[in-house]
Antibody, heavy 123, light 107 residues
């Protein structure tokens, strides 16, 4: 079945960089876009960006542009999200999310979610 | 970028009540809207896609309506499991912005 397995919790210092992995299984890696979504403690969901595993093209939210990079490793069916110049405002639960193709041919963008990776930025 | 605004931010209701949550887009997004439920400590789960189509397995007491800039999620008869936070998300084009969420709690 579809699985998105994320790397473990991390504690980072302000100014450091973060790289979260999302290892996928149970489907053809190149056929489905993978999104990243984050949620600060007690706050709502924030869409960060998306990667197309068929070629590696990416689109990022403007609010993070310049700090976020999404990459992939097709040999392990894994996507990565790197965030640089961390501040306390980047403390959040980070999710990778796969689109789901529904029976009627349309897409549900948030069909499958990883378990989340808790990132704490603190000195 | 298109902004998504949900109302109310908090909604208090009782088991058996009918409730409605509104999501407004700052520009026309046609029917490219999805709704999620998030229970405390859990990942979000998709309820509705394309504004009004129920995801398989989601109880029929949930329904979605609207198009263009105004959308509504309705729960016809609240059950104990339904007390959670609900989010809308646009997906007509990037960025796939979320609404700020509606916390549905027990009155």
């Amino acid at each position: 079945q579809v699985q998105l397995m994320q790397s473990g919790a991390e504690v980072k210092q302000p100014g450091a960089s973060l790289k979260v992995s999302c290892k996928t299984s149970g489907f053809s890696f190149s056929n489905y876009y993978i999104h990243w979504v984050r949620q600060a403690p007690g706050h709502g969901l924030e869409w960060m960006g998306v990667i197309d595993p068929s070629g590696g093209s990416t689109t990022y939210t403007q609010t993070l542009k310049g700090r976020v990079t999404m990459t992939m490793d097709t040999s392990t069916s894994t996507v990565f999200m790197q965030l640089n110049s961390l501040t306390s405002e980047d403390t959040a639960l980070y999710y990778c999310v796969r689109e789901r193709y529904m029976g009627d041919g349309y897409i549900s963008p948030g069909g499958y979610w990883g378990q989340g990776t808790l990132v704490t930025v603190s000195s | 970028d298109i902004q998504m605004t949900q109302s109310p931010s908090t909604l208090s209701a009782s088991v058996g009540d009918r409730v409605a949550i509104t999501c407004r887009a700052s520009q026309n997004i046609s029917s490219w809207l999805t709704w999620y439920q998030q229970r405390p400590g859990r990942v979000p789960e998709a309820l509705i896609y394309r504004a009004s189509t129920l995801v398989s397995g989601v109880p029929s007491r949930f329904s979605g309506s609207g198009s263009g800039t105004k959308f509504t999620l309705t729960i016809s008869s609240l059950q104990p499991d339904d007390f959670a936070t609900y989010y809308c998300q646009k997906y007509d084009s990037y960025p796939y912005t979320f609404g700020q969420g509606t916390n549905l709690d027990i009155k």
